[in-house]
């Protein structure tokens, strides 16, 4: 089946520090991979969607500039979160597709990574 | 945006009992997905519905796509402790098919 891989699992860092957090699809290429933050207890929030190749499509009140996003590859997405504070800590999931067009194909997604600034 | 509601919140039942949960939607989905999430992990896919009024099952576990195209239904049946995990429903919008998750139901299992 389809594998999604983030790295790493957990990360703290220090107020103001940048932290990469990287996805990979391990079985697959994926010509989408998606963004997602969750919160303790609440559900998945979408934050971007990226293509292999050209710039992330943010969701409404996603700070471009904070959260950057790079998809070389058609394996590999990064998030930086830049000059990361307190109120970012979260649960960042992504996910990775690999059909084209606007009809549904599944998404696989990885197993988490948890940022806790301190 | 479009918004997805699960009912219940949170569920607390005893091994062997049966489960029901719904989702609803301001909205009409052509899709819809249900997922599970065990605490630290993402979610795993469980069923996906694709036509209205489908049945689909997948072991103890019975999905239905509501015939007005804006609820889905998901049963799991003869419950077991492993069963324990966050399900959310979900559905694809826009482009790149991208998700909105439902609120989530919280599943506990006691022996």
């Known amino acids: 089946g389809a594998v999604v891989s983030q790295h790493p699992s957990w990360v703290i860092c220090k107020s103001g520090t940048s932290v990469k957090i990287e996805c990979r699809s391990l079985?697959?290429?994926?010509?989408?991979m998606f963004w997602y933050r969750q919160f303790p207890k609440q559900s998945l929030m979408l934050m971007a969607t990226s293509n292999e190749g050209s710039k992330a499509t943010y969701e409404q009140g996603v700070e471009k500039d904070k959260f950057l996003i790079n998809h070389a590859s058609l394996t590999l997405s990064t998030l930086t979160v830049t000059s990361a504070h307190p109120e970012d800590s979260s649960f960042y999931i992504c996910?990775?597709?690999?059909?084209?067009?606007?009809?549904?194909?599944?998404?696989?997604f990885g197993p988490g990574t948890r940022l806790t600034v301190l | 945006g479009q918004q997805l509601n699960q009912s219940p919140q949170s569920m607390f039942i005893q091994e062997g009992e049966d489960v029901s949960m719904n989702c609803t939607s301001s909205?009409?989905?052509?899709?819809w997905l249900w997922y599970k999430q065990e605490p630290g992990e993402g979610p795993v896919l469980l069923i996906a519905l694709y036509k209205a009024g489908e049945l689909t099952s997948n072991g103890r576990l019975t999905a239905q796509f509501g015939i007005t195209r804006k609820d889905s239904f998901l049963n799991i049946s003869a419950s077991i402790p492993s069963d324990v995990g966050i399900y959310f429903c979900a559905g694809p919008t826009g482009t790149a098919s991208k998700l909105t998750f439902g609120t989530g139901t919280r599943l506990q299992v006691t022996l």
């Open positions: 079985d697959f290429q994926a010509t989408t």
């Open positions: 909205s009409i989905f052509n899709t």
């Open positions: 996910s990775a597709r690999a059909g084209v067009g606007d009809s549904y194909n599944e998404q696989f």
